[in-house]
């Protein structure tokens, strides 16, 4: 092992790509169509014109040729493999692309000592391409921090999960993070038209009608990847009946189903779920089904789908539907013992339930502004009528002296201090006037005039 720590290598270097590679695509006609169709330059880019721009780090690296630490992060099919593609085919530098699905920390070692050979035997610089880097350990990721503090590798690095989950604090903070947004759909409309005519596409073979092509869009998702994997089938389903033309019923042949954006690990696990919980808050019913037919879709575990519906009983209804909290409390109970599929039904029938429920959040608040005053210091002395008066000796130190027993009142309420002085008067619950909560309000002012008429 040399003094730095990494791993001395033979003579041979290691295999790369310099001025092209594997990433910039197979053009034979048997190659996949959204592979023949890789943009050959940063203008031919559907999409993230905010990354574009003049100057941008992309033009630097690319059209520059500047070394720089690149981390690259978004959705599927939106521009990330192509970027580095365009980092393959248009620099001097060796490109040396590195699998986080196979590679280990050895292999990881080797490629930036490799590339520390090459920058100091002939001047090469190294571009280092790391797909699904969140796929690496963190010690793979470790192993990447030499090559890129001392600038002996550019890396560029892709991953569809947020980074600041995914990717360790050291390679985060050294890295510049682009972030590539969905594609719209005039951008997938684009990228169709473009691969209808173009001769590394499909060259004017067919053509589209407008219903198919919206079906198209729609199906896509923001996913240029998909959606000329989709057209490729549909042409196949039309031109296999001889037709010139694909229509929407070739398009529904080849594609049955949309696929659903959600990683359990990632951010749009917790996009999803803010917007399914929000949108039951907002007693949208529809949007909150919706919301769940794409967690159940993707994989999503029922119990954590239960959880937070107990947690939105709470939060949201509380007392302006007492039944809340049980019908999630029920809920959760049934789904964990029957499970999907038919586990969606008790899902949908709490989620109905709770999205239409009257909303409070009353509980909350109370809650949140009796533990703010705790941890403010108002913590006085229990009242001494309200003390433990039932060991030998209590009595003589006052406690439960002048105790008023509620139950002796007709009205169930006595006149007497129950809070310390710190916070006696203070009022934390304030009923809602929506639902059962209205009439709690009404019931809830005579207690306090009776219970404050000192």
């Known amino acids: 092992m040399s003094s730095d720590g990494l791993f001395d290598l033979p003579d041979a270097s290691l295999p790369a790509t310099p001025g092209g590679g594997s990433?910039?695509?197979?053009?034979?006609?048997?190659?996949?169509?959204?592979?023949?169709?890789?943009?050959?330059?940063?203008?031919?880019?559907?999409?993230?014109?905010?990354?574009?721009?003049?100057?941008?780090?992309?033009?630097?690296?690319?059209?520059?040729?500047?070394?720089?630490?690149?981390?690259?992060?978004?959705?599927?099919?939106?521009?990330?493999?192509?970027?580095?593609?365009?980092?393959?085919?248009?620099?001097?530098?060796?490109?040396?692309?590195?699998?986080?699905?196979?590679?280990?920390?050895?292999?990881?070692?080797?490629?930036?000592?490799?590339?520390?050979?090459?920058?100091?035997?002939?001047?090469?610089?190294?571009?280092?391409?790391?797909?699904?880097?969140?796929?690496?350990?963190?010690?793979?990721q470790d192993a990447l921090l030499p090559g890129v503090e001392n600038r002996w590798v550019s890396l560029v690095a892709a991953t569809t999960e947020n980074p600041h989950f995914s990717v360790i604090s050291p390679l985060l903070s050294r890295s510049l993070l682009l972030t590539l947004e969905s594609l719209t759909d005039d951008d997938i409309g684009v990228i169709l038209d473009r691969a209808l005519v173009d001769e590394r596409g499909l060259g004017g073979m067919v053509t589209l009608t407008e219903e198919a092509r919206s079906h198209l869009v729609r199906l896509a998702g923001g996913d240029g990847r998909r959606v000329l994997t989709y057209l490729e089938a549909a042409a196949g389903a039309a031109t296999s009946q001889g037709k010139a033309q694909v229509d929407v019923e070739d398009a529904a042949l080849a594609v049955d189903k949309a696929a659903v954006r959600y990683d359990r690990q990632g951010d749009q696990?917790?996009?999803?779920?803010?917007?399914?919980?929000?949108?039951?808050?907002?007693?949208?019913?529809?949007?909150?089904?919706?919301?769940?037919?794409?967690?159940?879709?993707?994989?999503?575990?029922?119990?954590?789908?239960?959880?937070?519906?107990?947690?939105?009983?709470?939060?949201?209804i509380?007392?302006?539907?007492?039944?809340?909290?049980?019908?999630?409390?029920?809920?959760?109970?049934?789904?964990?013992?029957?499970?999907?599929?038919?586990?969606?039904?008790?899902?949908?029938?709490?989620?109905?339930?709770?999205?239409?429920?009257?909303?409070?959040n009353a509980a909350y608040k109370a809650i949140d502004a009796a533990i703010a005053d705790v941890r403010a210091g108002k913590v006085g002395a229990?009242?001494?009528?309200?003390?433990?008066?039932?060991?030998?000796?209590?009595?003589?130190?006052?406690?439960?002296?002048?105790?008023?027993?509620?139950?002796?009142?007709?009205?169930?309420?006595?006149?007497?201090?129950?809070?310390?002085?710190?916070?006696?008067?203070?009022?934390?619950?304030?009923?809602g006037e929506h639902g059962a909560e209205a009439a709690i309000a009404e019931r809830l002012a005579r207690i306090r005039a009776i219970l404050r008429d000192r």
């Open 382 to 431: 229990v009242p001494p009528a309200l003390r433990d008066a039932h060991y030998s000796g209590a009595k003589k130190l006052g406690h439960g002296h002048d105790y008023l027993y509620a139950h002796s009142d007709p009205r169930g309420v006595v006149s007497q201090q129950y809070a310390p002085d710190e916070v006696d008067g203070a009022t934390y619950y304030e009923p």
């Open 269 to 316: 696990h917790y996009d999803v779920t803010s917007a399914f919980i929000k949108s039951i808050r907002g007693s949208d019913v529809d949007a909150a089904l919706h919301y769940l037919a794409r967690m159940i879709e993707a994989g999503e575990d029922p119990r954590f789908i239960a959880r937070r519906l107990m947690i939105s009983a709470s939060e949201d």
């Open 23 to 140: 990433l910039s695509g197979n053009t034979a006609a048997n190659a996949p169509l959204a592979v023949r169709m890789r943009p050959r330059s940063l203008d031919e880019l559907v999409g993230q014109q905010h990354l574009l721009a003049p100057g941008s780090p992309l033009r630097q690296m690319i059209d520059g040729n500047q070394p720089l630490t690149i981390l690259l992060w978004g959705p599927p099919g939106t521009g990330k493999t192509t970027i580095a593609s365009l980092l393959s085919a248009h620099t001097d530098r060796r490109f040396v692309e590195v699998s986080a699905v196979s590679a280990g920390v050895k292999e990881v070692r080797e490629t930036i000592v490799g590339a520390r050979r090459a920058l100091s035997q002939s001047g090469v610089e190294t571009v280092l391409f790391v797909d699904e880097v969140h796929r690496f350990s963190k010690s793979q």
């Open 318 to 360: 509380g007392l302006a539907d007492p039944t809340a909290l049980t019908t999630a409390v029920a809920a959760a109970q049934a789904v964990a013992m029957i499970g999907f599929p038919e586990a969606r039904i008790t899902l949908s029938q709490a989620v109905i339930a709770l999205a239409t429920a009257p909303k409070s």
